[in-house]
């Protein structure tokens, strides 16, 4: 027996988003009836391009929401859910364009699911209609996910059929029962933005409840647009913080104390790694000088057959490193020797460490809720949706190739073993 939609809620999160939602909003109010009472709710992230204005002159019927700062995506989407009565909620971005059909694919697909169904996502595509965006998602064992076949051509994959199970929703696109929505929580605001909505299907499936896909529910996205706002050191902050309390949080008993050890040593060597190698001087923050004092220099712990090709990546390393010797003399101030952190993706990677240390009370707190509503254990989740390990960053090939990673990782836990290229298509 279904569960009846009679109403639904479109709910829309802009920041300095005008220009999108000129494209967005005639399309949502364009939308074929779906049978059902449909509400369009806005909240605006205090931006300062004009929006609030624009909306109340030129779309009076939007139900907008002011907020004079950026609560992120995820705060910002509870408080519409909060102040909705509607049967069902609708979550787009706002640099989207959904086809004319979208919304009356969602209605359908949600009035049709089974009780246990707590949301379903619908399809994400570039905005020419040519490659994929989202069909469906997969998670790395730290938290991490991936859109599987991300900006690969529509004609070479293979998307979900209609019904099939995800792990997790996109928050891009997606319709989701409004009481499925609170009783979970919603999205975890400490997030701000990204993997919320991994979070969000995890709970959803340890509580019980599944999701499902709806393909033909299809929007064109513009990729990237609102979140190159933040910059790429705040987006890689978000992004390392969340995939952390992601596998914090929703790890049961049983698997978390088994996987932890993994997680910790990758955020911890992916940290090194960038230091290292990716700053000026970083070199002197990987030296061992009780190493050198006995065995006269750290090279010669490396001396023997050298593998093939090492003096070509010596000398990249060396250029590297006097490229970043003079973007440090050029910032100036530097004592001769010192280590300069000056790489947008290490400045996240320590701010993400230092996020974790004093967000981690908050996250124990939500990490009891989630184990307290549980109903599924993970290992009959995995059984459905496999942990994917994915060399992502620099170092990570050859650490999880490495015997202290094997020696880490559960004897009885087979993850998906990919290269990143298998995964997305990558940058073009």
């Known amino acids: 027996m279904s569960i009846p939609v009679d109403s639904v809620d479109i709910l829309v999160v802009s920041w300095n988003g005008r220009r999108h939602l000129e494209t967005l909003l005639p399309a949502l109010e364009a939308q074929r009836d779906p049978g059902a009472a449909v509400g369009i709710r806005l909240f605006d992230n205090g931006s300062t391009d004009g929006t609030a204005a624009w909306l109340r002159s030129e779309h009076p019927g939007v139900d907008l929401v002011e907020h004079p700062n950026n609560l992120g995506f995820s705060a910002a989407n509870n408080r519409l859910a909060e102040a909705s009565a509607a049967d069902a909620l609708v979550l787009v971005n706002n640099d989207t364009r959904p086809r004319p059909d979208w919304l009356g ?20 595509v570039d905005w020419e209609g040519e490659r994929l965006d989202f069909g469906r998602g997969v998670m790395a064992f730290d938290g991490h996910a991936f859109q599987l076949d991300y900006g690969r051509p529509l004609k070479d994959v293979e998307t979900p059929a209609e019904g099939t199970e995800l792990l997790f929703p996109c928050g891009g696109n997606m319709i989701v029962r409004r009481e499925a929505f609170l009783s979970a929580g919603g999205f975890d605001e400490s997030y701000f933005a990204y993997l919320e909505d991994v979070d969000l299907g995890w709970r959803f499936w340890s509580g019980g409840e599944r999701v499902l896909s709806a393909p033909r529910a299809v929007v064109h996205h513009r990729s990237k647009a609102t979140s190159n706002l933040l910059g790429n050191a705040n987006r890689g902050l978000l992004f390392e913080r969340n995939a952390y309390f ?76 006097t490229r970043l010797r003079r973007l440090a003399r050029r910032l100036g101030g530097l004592p001769a020797g010192a280590p300069a952190v000056v790489d947008d993706q290490t400045v996240a990677q320590v701010r993400a460490l230092s996020a974790i240390v004093r967000g981690l009370d908050g996250a124990s707190e939500r990490r009891r809720l989630v184990q ?56 073009r």
């Open 105 to 124: 694919e969602l209605v359908a697909a949600i009035r049709a699911a089974p009780p246990d169904v707590a949301a379903l996502s619908g399809c994400i």
């Open 372 to 427: 307290t509503r549980r109903r599924r254990p993970d290992r009959e989740i995995l059984e459905r949706f496999p942990l994917y390990l994915v060399p992502t960053y620099p170092g990570d090939e050859e650490l999880f190739a490495s015997e202290g990673f094997e020696s880490l990782w559960p004897a009885d836990l087979d993850p998906v073993r990919l290269r990143l290229d298998d995964v997305m298509e990558m940058e």
């Open 246 to 321: 992601t596998a914090f949080k929703n790890y049961d008993a049983e698997l978390w104390p088994q996987l932890m050890p993994a997680v910790q040593l990758t955020l911890l060597a992916r940290t090194q790694h960038l230091l290292a190698r990716c700053n000026p001087n970083g070199d002197v923050l990987a030296q061992d000088p009780f190493r050198a004092a006995v065995d006269g220099s750290e090279a010669a712990a490396g001396a023997g057959a050298a593998p093939r090709g090492l003096w070509q990546r010596a000398r990249d390393v060396v250029a590297l490193r």
